[in-house]
């Protein structure tokens, strides 16, 4: 994914607190050829796991948020640090469940005694 253009989606940091369940921090397009490869870079601090924070995609299908069913659509955020989503066509666990339109919404869900503080997502997708 090299050489693509590097899309900040998060205009602010957004604290997650505990027992969220698939609280939306960020919506964004994509781009035709970014619905067949794209990444999301999750810069995220004051992580405090006790249960578990998941974060992943939802598309918006027919005025319905729908879950990316795909193996590669969400991630375990376990410490500090920058965590990544990464979908490909070229994945055969991705390709009957990469995006069907070009709306996504980030969401995290956390457990009791979770928070995390999501500084900042990059988008990498081809243009």
Do not use: W
Not at 32 to 51: I, P
Not at 78 to 105: C, E, F, T
């Amino acid at each position: 994914m090299s050489g693509y253009p590097i899309k900040p989606i998060l205009k602010a940091p957004v604290v997650v607190g505990e027992e969220e369940t698939a609280l939306v921090v960020a919506t964004f397009g994509v781009s035709g050829q970014g619905s067949r490869s794209l990444r999301l870079n999750f810069e995220v601090s004051d992580v405090t796991v006790a249960d578990a924070i998941t974060i992943s995609l939802l598309q918006h299908i027919a005025g319905t948020k729908v879950a990316l069913a795909s193996t590669n659509s969400s991630v375990s955020v376990v410490a500090d640090g920058v965590v990544s989503i990464r979908l490909d066509v070229a994945k055969s666990a991705d390709q009957v469940d990469m995006p069907l339109s070009n709306q996504l919404d980030v969401v995290v869900t956390t457990g009791t005694g979770d928070t995390v503080t999501i500084s900042r997502i990059d988008l990498l997708q081809a243009s």
